[in-house]
T-cell receptor, first 116, second 113 residues
Framework: GAGVSQSPSNKVTEKGKDVELRCDPISGHTALYWYRQSLGQGLEFLIYFQGNSAPDKSGLPSDRFSAERTGGSVSTLTIQRTQQEDSAVYLCASSLVPSQGWTEAFFGQGTRLTVV | KQEVTQIPAALSVPEGENLVLNCSFT??????LQWFRQDPGKGLTSLLL?????REQTSGRLNASLDKSSGRSTLYIAASQPGDSATYLC????????????FGGGTRVLVKP
């Protein structure tokens, strides 16, 4: 597609339920990132994919968070047993990685998650 | 650990004035630096990317400089317009970390007509 696409744009869930957030990166972008933006914390890194591999998962806040990427394209971020502190905007970004290294990151519109 | 700071946190100027937004980072071993714009309730729009070997980048009314040794970048927006009102974020990437970005807290800009 023309840009990074995220779905759903908004999600309200009850505490304790599982949620899945989807990211469809720009075609051909092998690098994919998940970030979280919350009022008190600003923008924080969650996980980085290069192709289908995740060499850096250091930002995932707990083992309730997991992510996968298939076919070097679509990625899904899953949050199990959601808690109220998981409420935030989850942003996905992708980047082209030519031989000389990473180019600029392009972001999706985000998924606003509200846990009630 | 890389820390990125943006000062001021908020800025209000009359239309037509030039804007100067500052970004500082603690670790000069960066791969690149990117400036973004974020409108309320929206995602991030990339404005400019500066590679670590570059000193500045320009796009239209926007100019960003980079002084890696002192850990600073400045975004200049010439002849501001009300449509420039938004939050501006800078972010630095580290090659060893897959160019994951560390963000500053942003500068919220209001351009008054």
């Amino acid at each position: 597609g023309a840009g990074v696409s995220q779905s759903p744009s908004n999600k309200v869930t009850e505490k304790g339920k599982d949620v899945e957030l989807r990211c469809d990166p720009i075609s051909g972008h092998t690098a994919l990132y998940w970030y979280r933006q919350s009022l008190g914390q600003g923008l924080e890194f969650l996980i980085y994919f290069q192709g289908n591999s995740a060499p850096d998962k250091s930002g995932l806040p707990s083992d309730r968070f997991s992510a996968e990427r298939t076919g070097g394209s679509v990625s899904t971020l899953t949050i199990q047993r959601t808690q109220q502190e998981d409420s935030a905007v989850y942003l996905c970004a992708s980047s082209l990685v030519p031989s000389q290294g990473w180019t600029e990151a392009f972001f999706g519109q985000g998924t606003r998650l509200t846990v009630v | 650990k890389q820390e990125v700071t943006q000062i001021p946190a908020a800025l209000s100027v009359p239309e037509g004035e030039n804007l100067v937004l500052n970004c500082s980072f603690t670790d000069s071993a960066i791969y690149n630096l990117q400036w973004f714009r974020q409108d309320p309730g929206k995602g991030l729009t990339s404005l400019l990317l500066i590679q670590s070997s570059q000193r500045e980048q320009t796009s239209g009314r926007l100019n960003a400089s980079l002084d890696k040794s002192s850990g600073r970048s400045t975004l200049y927006i010439a002849a501001s317009q009300p449509g420039d009102s938004a939050t501006y974020l800078c972010a630095v990437g580290v090659k060893a970390a897959g160019n994951k970005l560390t963000f500053g807290g942003g500068t919220r800009v209001l351009v008054k007509p």
